[in-house]
């Protein structure tokens, strides 16, 4: 799903959302509000989300979801797209940019000059995961750089970011596992189901390390990895929760990992058959 960032400054437009509390309870409870907006970009698409945004001095940030319903169009010169707004968040309880800035959501550039900026598939990923805490007003004080931390799992940031997590759960593992005496050999590079080989004089096991920068148990994990915990009986999944704080280990057994966790497909690869 792509999704695209549109702006409304009040003081430039303050006819659009025009008594905010009156048409916030429409549109959460009643119906969608629907509105042609300009947009310079020719690239949104109808089904395309839209997340929009209220720039100024005010309650600026993250503040309205919704869809694009209509291809780019041009009238007297200027360039719009139909949107349907489906949810607006309480006044004071945007999205701001203390948040925006964290990890995962500070891949997208959040303050463009126009509407139609693409926002990265990460930032749209974890938007999607977080805002109906906001919508259901249970953060009463808005969503605040913890909640947002929280929220990331290992493997749902950027590239950067997982790289940094990844490699230093790496490290605090083999730390963790040399003072309690055991040899430990990366075989990460070997692509067999498991990184960290662990030896001593009467054990051995397979470590598959997983690194979370927030304290949410959830990861991605490789169907690789998923045979491992199935066939093999040394297998040891070690998940490093708050990785750059405070790091905790949690340990799962291959029964414990099968019955404590779910495991949802995020993607596939179709094969055309020959016939």
Not at 110 to 125: D, V, Y
Not at 190 to 219: A, N, P, R, W
Not at 237 to 245: F, I, K, M
């Amino acid at each position: 799903m792509q999704a695209y960032l549109f702006l409304w400054n009040p003081s430039v437009d303050p006819d659009s959302f025009i008594d905010y509390e009156v048409l916030t309870q429409e549109i959460n409870t009643i119906s969608p509000y629907e509105t042609n907006w300009i947009c310079p970009s020719t690239r949104p698409r109808p089904g395309d989300r839209v997340y929009m945004k209220r720039t100024g001095v005010k309650n600026n940030g993250l503040f309205a979801r919704g869809w694009v319903v209509s291809m780019p169009f041009e009238s007297d010169g200027i360039r719009s797209v139909q949107l349907r707004i489906e949810s607006i968040l309480p006044l004071g309880n945007e999205i701001n940019k203390s948040v925006l800035d964290e990890p995962v959501l500070n891949a997208t550039h959040w303050t463009p000059q126009a509407s139609g900026t693409t926002i990265k598939p990460e930032s749209a990923e974890l938007l999607e995961r977080i805002w109906p805490s906001q919508e259901s007003n249970e953060l009463k004080n808005g969503m605040s750089s913890e909640n947002i931390i929280n929220e990331v799992g290992a493997g749902f940031g950027n590239t950067e970011t997982n790289q940094i997590v990844e490699k230093t759960a790496i490290v605090f593992v083999t730390n963790y596992y040399k003072n309690k005496k055991y040899d430990v050999k990366s075989v990460e590079s070997e692509k067999i189901g498991y990184d960290l080989l662990c030896k001593s004089e009467y054990d051995e096991l397979h470590l598959e390390v997983k690194g979370v920068s927030g304290t949410k148990e959830e990861f991605i994990i490789t169907a690789n990895e998923i045979n491992s915990s199935i066939n093999d009986t040394r297998f040891l999944l070690v998940l490093v929760t708050n990785v750059l704080n405070q790091p905790q280990i949690h340990l799962y057994d291959r029964i414990q990992f099968e019955s404590e966790f779910d495991i949802v497909a995020l993607s596939y690869r179709a094969k055309k058959n020959h016939v």
